[in-house]
């Protein structure tokens, strides 16, 4: 076994601390990674609250990892020793299923699903698996990532969660030049969504609650910024939108945004995970036969394809680098939306 240390919350109500465990030895498709950076992201509080009803405890959260390679299997042939790579949400599936043949492994329908990289189900070393604030993982090579060269490592890591869940819906439902697209929210997710929707050619806006992201919203190249609260902006945007991302990351009432989709358009949510309230009111989506849609984060080829799209197109989030014992003010400061845009905590600080 391999010691390793991280950071738990060990309740729904207790704040994280220090923590000692064990990870196994690397397997023969194993590669062991001294993790450098994690993103603080939203599901991550989450988890740790138990709002999804499911969390065992000890927690220690985190997906989006960026670090260098230290030890690999003896059949690893994808990697090297001291390469740099990262870990998004997935740390297994059961690789053979109709969902993992097609690189879709956040979708895997074998018997225990896909296998996230916290809060997982035991795993054969007794305790559930351990996430990224930490300062080690153990990942199979089929579930590791390469961080291209010319991104910088700490801002890659968001792009493992953030990145990869706003691309892989956007790609899906083919958003491109002419598309007029809309960002709800303006956090992780939704700063990442405005820059990769820019770059596949979208005429973006953002709808927010808070007039004072307008600026940001800017600079981060959105077309067009509405206030969600203010009925007439709204309404003024009736039957116009292609496509609309929502990352809001609680539930919320959908139907002022599915009113703004032209015919046949789609909203999707890939922020909350829960039941709706209110209902979507179909008396209304019926009639222009607009849809409403999830998505899941992305599979393993997609998260590496958003990657070399990130370097390609010259995207990098926007952080806030942090220490490892600053995460619970962290929490605090993602919960009121201080940050911009994302906290990566910096293991070696
Ligand atoms: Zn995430
Ligand atoms: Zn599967």
């Known amino acids: 076994m391999i010691p390793a240390h991280g950071f738990a919350a060990n309740g729904p109500r207790s704040a994280l601390g220090p ?10 498709q194993d590669v062991a990674i001294e993790i450098l950076y994690c993103g603080v992201c939203h599901s991550d509080l ?11 405890y000890p927690c220690v959260p985190g997906h989006e990892i960026v670090g260098r390679i230290v ?3 003896e059949e690893v042939t994808k990697f090297h020793q001291g390469d740099r790579v990262g870990v998004g949400a997935l740390v297994d599936s059961c690789r053979e299923c109709d969902a993992c043949r ?17 809060n ?7 305790h559930n698996t351990f996430g990224g604030y930490s300062n080690i993982i153990v990942v199979p090579q089929r579930f590791v990532l390469q961080i291209p060269a010319t991104l910088d490592p700490a801002r890659a890591a968001p792009i493992l969660c953030a990145g990869v869940t706003t691309y892989s819906a956007l790609r899906h439902w083919k958003v491109g030049r002419g598309h007029k697209v809309g960002v709800v929210g303006l956090g992780g997710l939704g700063h990442m969504a405005v820059m990769i929707a820019k770059a596949l050619g979208a005429w973006v806006h953002v709808f927010t609650t808070s007039p004072k992201k307008r600026g940001a919203a800017a600079a981060l190249g959105a077309d067009g910024f509405i206030i969600s609260t203010d ?7 009736a039957l116009t939108f292609d496509f609309i991302l929502s990352t809001i990351p609680v539930k919320h009432d959908v139907n002022p945004y599915m009113a703004c989709l032209r015919r046949d358009g789609v909203l999707t949510l890939v922020g909350a ?20 849609a999830g998505s899941l984060i992305g599979g393993l080829p997609e998260t590496q394809e958003v990657l070399e799209f990130c370097a390609t197109e010259g995207i990098q989030p926007e952080i806030e680098l942090i220490r490892l014992d600053q995460v619970n003010e962290a ?7 201080e940050v911009r845009f994302r906290h990566v905590i910096d293991m070696g600080r």
């Open 19 to 28: 923590m000692r465990f064990e990870r196994r030895n690397p397997g023969p």
């Open 46 to 56: 989450h988890q740790v609250r138990n709002d999804w009803g499911n969390t065992i």
């Open 71 to 73: 030890r690999v299997g």
């Open 102 to 118: 097609q690189g879709l492994e956040q979708y895997c329908e074998g018997p225990i699903g896909p296998l996230f990289t916290y």
């Open 120 to 126: 997982g189900p035991a795993t054969p070393n007794g």
């Open 231 to 237: 009925n007439n902006a709204m309404a003024a945007q």
């Open 273 to 292: 995970l829960e039941q709706l309230e209110p209902g979507i009111d179909n008396g209304s989506v019926a009639m222009h036969r607009q849809s409403f």
């Open 331 to 337: 929490f605090e400061r993602m919960k009121a939306g």
